[in-house]
């Protein structure tokens, strides 16, 4: 069985980071783009960052570009996600996702599932 299962997140002070880690069980996803995503209470889950298969693109929402940063770690097929300069409205749950289709760039998310049971992060002000 496929799982994706995230961790690092917590309650920071506005300016603080985190890092955000995202382990795969059960197959590999080293052909596959990875994404994290957002839900905010009372809204749509959103698009945070991606990153290609190859971990050579990357891509992120305007809202957190500059201040976040994803990564990938084939070997252990983790997916990580560095936010910096961390805001109250960065804060919800975040999930961590994979392209269902092989060799992408991760620009296009409409085919992100295999979605984990996501991490909660609040920043106070």
């Known amino acids: 069985q496929v799982q994706l299962v995230e961790s690092g997140g917590g309650l920071v002070q506005a300016g603080g980071s985190l890092r955000l880690s995202c382990v795969a069980f059960g197959r590999s996803f080293s052909r596959n783009a990875m994404g994290w995503f957002r839900q905010a209470p009372g809204k749509e889950r959103e698009f945070v960052s991606t990153i290609s298969w190859t971990g050579d693109s990357t891509y992120y929402a305007d809202s957190v570009k500059g201040r976040f940063t994803i990564s990938r770690d084939k070997a252990k097929n983790t997916v990580y996600l560095q936010m910096n300069s961390l805001k109250p409205e960065d804060t919800a749950v975040y999930y961590c996702?994979?392209?269902?289709?092989?060799?992408?760039?991760?620009?296009?998310?409409?085919?992100?599932?295999?979605w984990g049971q996501g991490t909660q992060v609040t920043v106070s002000s």
């Open positions: 996702a994979a392209d269902s289709n092989s060799y992408t760039s991760g620009n296009r998310h409409d085919n992100f599932g295999s």
